[in-house]
């Protein structure tokens, strides 16, 4: 078995992206990771909080930072911050090939600090704080439906 490894980033979602046109192009990133990831054995979480992803991928290390690396070079992606890397135990999302977590499950006042956690300079928001938040979308059902591919967020 493959060591396991883990990837926590944060993006901004391209300025070059119309408001228009974010909700179909995230449908697309989503759809795109859920093949992907599948194909490699890679698993994880999403969150777009409507400026920002935060996204964990779980898998073998090489999986990892090759999706990473195409991640990182996607130009719908900008200012693209690891926050976390290294090796896991166990995994944290793992029967989900790629989870979407909706924020719009959250107050506002939890999303206006997130978001503003993220835009600050320091990049204050602790990969800690992303994991939890990811956790707690998928444990409390905040989340857009996985039925397309029959499956369920869950936290370990």
């Known amino acids: 078995m493959s060591h396991l490894y883990h990837l926590c980033y944060m993006s901004q979602i391209s300025p070059d992206i119309p408001a228009s046109g974010v909700d179909s192009e995230v449908t697309r990133i989503i759809d795109s990771a859920r093949v992907n990831n599948a194909r490699v054995g890679l698993t994880g979480c999403l969150i777009f909080t409507g400026r920002h992803f935060l996204q964990i991928l ?28 290294g090796s896991i135990e166990t995994r944290q999302f793992p029967e989900t090939w790629m989870g979407f977590a909706d924020s719009s499950g959250l107050a506002a006042a939890d999303l206006a600090a997130i978001t503003a956690a993220i835009d600050a300079s320091s990049h204050a928001l602790d990969v800690r704080e992303v994991k939890t938040i990811l956790g707690v979308l998928a444990q409390t059902g905040n989340r857009r439906a996985t ?7 869950q936290q370990a």
């Open 147 to 153: 039925a397309d591919l029959g499956l369920s967020l």
């Open 58 to 85: 779980e898998g073998a290390a090489d999986d990892v930072e090759q999706v990473f690396g195409a991640i990182a070079h996607d130009p719908r992606h900008r200012r693209v911050t690891v926050l976390s890397l």
